[in-house]
């Protein structure tokens, strides 16, 4: 079911009636089409398809899907598990909004170990306080978790903090170049094929929202 901002607000609305600080999570992939998300018109893309449960991003320059529906500023949590199949890029590049600007969470960039946010402050996921090294088996399916607030970034990988970003004061944006495709919400690869499942998202209560 296509998202819309008032639904999702009335469930939240609905959970603190019942005591619950947080509203129920959304799918956001049916498992079966590309409903609701299109392929990211870079140049030189990959193809984008469905099979077995998983969106597969096809090996190109950068290739990618964007969300075609509303999507909250700030205040959500968004789930997925990604793999990359094949190359050495990244292979999960999640671009999402963030108050009123946009930012992107590089997993396996630079190389296929870099992970941060691109961008804060001008400087991308290699060059800023958030970049960590981590290895990623080709193949394998990792569990990607982030949270955005008004003045806090944090991403996990696998139950593991890996992103604890405050963004108060902090100039939050994109890479220059063609990411700004992937906005709203946007999921993007660099030279290399991934699958992508299980997406899903949540708003989150008031007191988790600072």
């Excluded at 992939?29 to 398809?49: Q, R, Y």
């Excluded at 964007?66 to 700030?74: I, Q, R, V």
């Excluded at 405050?166 to 063609?178: Q, S, Y």
Aim: proline share 2%; hydrophobic share 35%; aromatic share 10%.
């Amino acid at each position: 079911m296509t998202f819309t901002r008032r639904s999702a607000l009335a469930t939240l609305l609905a959970g603190s009636v019942t005591g619950q600080t947080t509203a129920r999570w959304i799918s956001l992939f049916d498992g079966k089409s590309l409903k609701g998300w299109k392929a990211t018109p870079f140049s030189k893309h990959g193809e984008v398809s469905v099979k077995d449960g998983t969106i597969i991003i096809g090996e190109g320059r950068l290739t990618g899907v964007t969300w075609t529906g509303d999507f909250p500023h700030s205040g959500y949590e968004i789930q997925f598990e990604a793999a990359r199949l094949n190359g050495n890029d990244f292979f999960a590049g999640i671009t999402f909004p963030v108050n009123d600007s946009f930012c992107s969470w590089i997993n396996g960039g630079w190389g296929g170990a870099v992970v941060g946010l691109s961008s804060l402050d001008g400087d991308d996921a290699s060059e800023n306080d958030t970049n960590t090294a981590r290895d990623f088996a080709k193949g394998r399916w990792y569990a990607f978790r982030l949270r955005v607030t008004k003045s806090r970034i944090e991403g996990w990988i696998d139950g593991q903090v890996v992103i604890d970003a405050d963004i108060t004061g902090r100039r939050v944006g994109l890479r220059p170049g063609e990411i700004d495709l992937c906005t709203p919400l946007g999921f993007a690869t660099y030279s290399t094929t991934a699958g992508l499942r299980k997406i899903k998202y949540r708003l989150l209560g008031s007191g988790e929202l600072k």
